[in-house]
């Protein structure tokens, strides 16, 4: 009899140490499981700044004969992605209302959005995606991405500098970027009047681009 309870009594230990092991293995995993979850998010995760379009200008300029037109749109939108140890992985995009074109004259922002020139019922947006960032100074980078206005896309270099310091509280809420690009040519995006018009338009092929940009932290 004895022997016999012995035998019960090695099979009920065996029976709860194959319950217990895995139960140990189970807490052991989900306590790396919480240590990872902890630090991967702080090793992989980019800050995301929103532009701030009241506190912000989309603005070009245009030679017109012997003088100079200058415009602006107002309804924009876009992202700046930043990754401060590694810049390169940084990463922006922006959505321009092509409607909102503001040249201070009525008239001709009417003649700008028809289908003579922007077309904005077929082409209401201009777009830019960034595809590399490259620092090039402490606080200024050159961004390549791809703009897309009247329909074609073109690869364009926004050299981007950054007017708050990169350090400290307020640098993480907001920040202020000076944007220029080398000169865009209308030609190239099909930006052209009609013959007659162009001919007696007397506005330049070459459009200056200046951009200040102020994103919030989101």
């Known amino acids: 009899m004895n022997k016999a309870w012995r035998s019960v009594a090695s099979a009920a230990t065996r029976l709860r140490n194959k319950r217990i092991l895995p139960m140990k293995h189970m807490i052991r995993f989900s306590w790396l499981t919480l240590v990872f979850a902890a630090l991967i998010p702080n090793a992989v995760a980019n800050e995301t700044f929103k532009f701030d379009v009241s506190h912000s200008t989309i603005g070009f300029r245009v030679h017109q004969f012997l003088g100079t037109t200058t415009g602006k749109f107002s309804r924009f939108s876009g992202n700046i992605d930043i990754d401060r140890?590694?810049?390169e992985h940084s990463s922006v995009s922006a959505r321009i209302q092509v409607s909102s074109i503001d040249t201070g004259i009525k008239k001709r922002d009417d003649h700008l959005r028809s289908a003579e020139f922007f077309n904005v019922t077929k082409y209401p947006e201009i777009t830019f995606k960034s595809r590399s960032v490259k620092?090039?100074?402490p606080q200024s980078g050159d961004i390549l991405g791809d703009l897309t206005m009247h329909g074609v896309t073109r690869p364009?270099?926004?050299?981007?500098?950054?007017?708050t310091p990169m350090r400290g509280e307020a640098s993480m809420q907001r920040s202020r970027w000076e944007?220029?690009?080398d000169s865009?040519?209308?030609?190239?995006?099909?930006?052209?009047?009609?013959?007659?018009?162009e001919a007696v338009s007397g506005i330049g092929q070459e459009v200056a681009i200046r951009i200040e940009i102020?994103?919030?932290?989101s």
């Open 179 to 181: 944007v220029t690009t």
């Open 184 to 197: 865009l040519k209308r030609r190239d995006f099909g930006l052209m009047f009609g013959s007659a018009t």
């Open 135 to 137: 620092q090039t100074g």
């Open 214 to 217: 102020e994103a919030v932290r």
């Open 156 to 163: 364009i270099t926004l050299h981007a500098k950054l007017l």
């Open 85 to 87: 140890a590694h810049p």
